[in-house]
């Protein structure tokens, strides 16, 4: 078994210039810093009892260098060079207008989960409250139009609001809505306009096969069902959702249909157990781990051709590619989410 000491360590070794380090690739892995991923993982940590003098300094650190991605209470996947959000470290893609970025409600909420700025909360409940599936102001790109529940749950991304007219085109993904509603529960705001219907999406879509059939329509930046059941369960749990309590049945029951392929797939598998005392899901699965050791699988993406091809059926296959998404690992993330498991067998 990994000891704490080993954890730590390694959680240490992968922080560097004020984040923990995570890997982009494309054609060819690089290094890579990511609020959403550092967010993550301070999130993570939050819940672990943590003694180390350089890994508490070092989330002190990463607190004070995630903020420079955020403009006002927005937070943008990458940097904001000269007034727009661009891939900072490729000398090629930061030169493409097509891949800069809008704030999102993702890495908005994953931030302020882990900061916890009370002056920030108001503001971003406000931009959540407008930017719902509301068939007047927003439409849904036809994969996505069919789906139920999804009248007034919560969008994907924060575009300008000047753009947001006319039905508007926007997606949603349940692994974002999952990371929302955290932040709300977290914030005590699960009353607020969206709350309920995104529950409810939620909730419908757990009684479905969807999340294994059709896991990239529902989630087309985490298109991975393990993924998305370890964010619903760590939503549920840390941001104390109590209307979703009653749907552990559903999750372990999807949770049961995935065969595991990866490391990360085990230890999500253990976490999922965790979360719901479901010991032989919880122990077998992270033996499992244990023996194959951290590996770089990736955990979410940039369907970068989606926004192009979204809303055209003949096209919209061109989007599942592995080529048409830059895809993102970090061990760091593995690290953090073990800690957690394993302070979590010692507690009993």
Known sequence: MFSEQLIIQNLNNLHSKGEFISKRYYFRKI?????FISSNILAILDHCKIADKQLLKNIDITKDTIKRYQKDHLTYMWPIINGKSRIDN???LKQFDFLTLSPDADCTCMQQIALQEQGMIEKIINELIFYRMDNKVFRLPYYQKDLPYTHNI????FPPRQLCKKRKMENIDITVNANILWFLGQNNHLDIPGSHETINFIKAILSTDLI???SFELSPYYPYPLIILYFISRAIHWGRISELYDCESQIIQLTNKVKP????????LASIGCFWKDSKLFQNNLKK??????QPNPFFIAPFVLPAVQDLPFLYKIAKFKLS?????SDAFQWAILLWLIQQIKKG
Do not use: A, N, V
């Not at 290094?31 to 609020?35: A, T």
């Not at 990866?262 to 230890?267: A, E, I, N, R, V």
């Not at 781990?289 to 951290?294: D, L, W």
């Open 90 to 92: 490729s000398l090629i």
């Open 154 to 157: 919560f969008l994907t991304w």
């Open 212 to 214: 294994l059939t059709k």
């Open 289 to 294: 781990f244990q023996e194959k050791g951290i």
């Open 261 to 268: 392929t990866t490391s990360l797939d085990y230890l999500l």
């Open 325 to 329: 998404s830059i895809r993102f690992t």
């Open 31 to 35: 290094q890579d810093f990511s609020p």
